[in-house]
T-cell receptor, first 114, second 116 residues
Framework: AQTVTQSQPEMSVQEAETVTLSCTYDTSENNYYLFWYKQPPSRQMILVIRQEAYKQQNATENRFSVNFQKAAKSFSLKISDSQLGDTAMYFCARSGDAGNMLTFGGGTRLMVKP | EAGVAQSPRYKIIEKRQSVAFWCNPISGHATLYWYQQILGQGPKLLIQFQNNGVVDDSQLPKDRFSAERLKGVDSTLKIQPAKLEDSAVYLC??????????????FGEGSRLTVL
């Protein structure tokens, strides 16, 4: 089975500091997409950032950036200047064959402390 | 733009009873997904529709779960009979195209099921 692994069940960071969430994945595809989704407590999941595997340049969205290492099948999320509103579950996900579905990792619970 | 609507938000049933969840995707979104999220785990795909056709239902426990999207718009997920291990949040999501191509799934708030 092709899997997505998030090795950090929980993390915490002080407000205004930087934190990195790890993700590794398995795939036999050459072209695919990677995503980080955020799920705040009792609220719906929203897309944070996405990366197309054929692009070398790491994606950036304001305070969120990724470190994509295709050969290592690694896709980490860096959150700079952490804010209290960043407190949430974060899920890494990978697209499947022909982009038909997303496979999610087990999630990392991030707590931003004041 | 209205988001993905799901109902009910919460449901508590006894084991062996039946339950149905409803989802209305974002207008114009051809692809609809049902995910099961057990507490402390990531979402797991149950079924994916493209318009009113099934694209992937390989992980749907077909002996007890069923889903339909008759007119290619809203969808219903049914569980009959429910088991204790079905306790989870059932997430509906939609996208304008295939997830990997369009890049973004839009999720509803989920329906939390507790089976006693």
């Amino acid at each position: 089975a092709q899997t997505v692994t998030q090795s950090q069940p929980e993390m915490s960071v002080q407000e205004a500091e930087t934190v990195t969430l790890s993700c590794t994945y398995d795939t036999s595809e050459n072209n695919y997409y990677l995503f980080w989704y955020k799920q705040p407590p009792s609220r719906q999941m929203i897309l944070v950032i996405r990366q197309e595997a054929y692009k070398q340049q790491n994606a950036t969205e304001n305070r969120f950036s990724v470190n994509f290492q295709k050969a290592a099948k690694s896709f980490s999320l860096k959150i700079s200047d952490s804010q209290l509103g960043d407190t949430a579950m974060y899920f890494c996900a990978r697209s499947g064959d022909a982009g038909n579905m997303l496979t999610f990792g087990g999630g990392t619970r991030l707590m931003v402390k004041p | 733009e209205a988001g993905v609507a799901q109902s009910p938000r919460y449901k508590i049933i006894e084991k062996r009873q039946s339950v149905a969840f409803w989802c209305n995707p974002i207008s114009g979104h051809a692809t609809l997904y049902w995910y099961q999220q057990i507490l402390g785990q990531g979402p797991k795909l149950l079924i994916q529709f493209q318009n009113n056709g099934v694209v992937d239902d390989s992980q749907l426990p077909k002996d007890r779960f069923s889903a339909e999207r008759l007119k290619g718009v809203d969808s219903t997920l049914k569980i009959q009979p429910a088991k204790l291990e079905d306790s989870a949040v059932y997430l509906c999501a939609s996208s304008s195209g295939l997830a990997g191509v369009s890049g973004e799934l839009f999720f509803g708030e989920g329906s939390r099921l507790t089976v006693l």
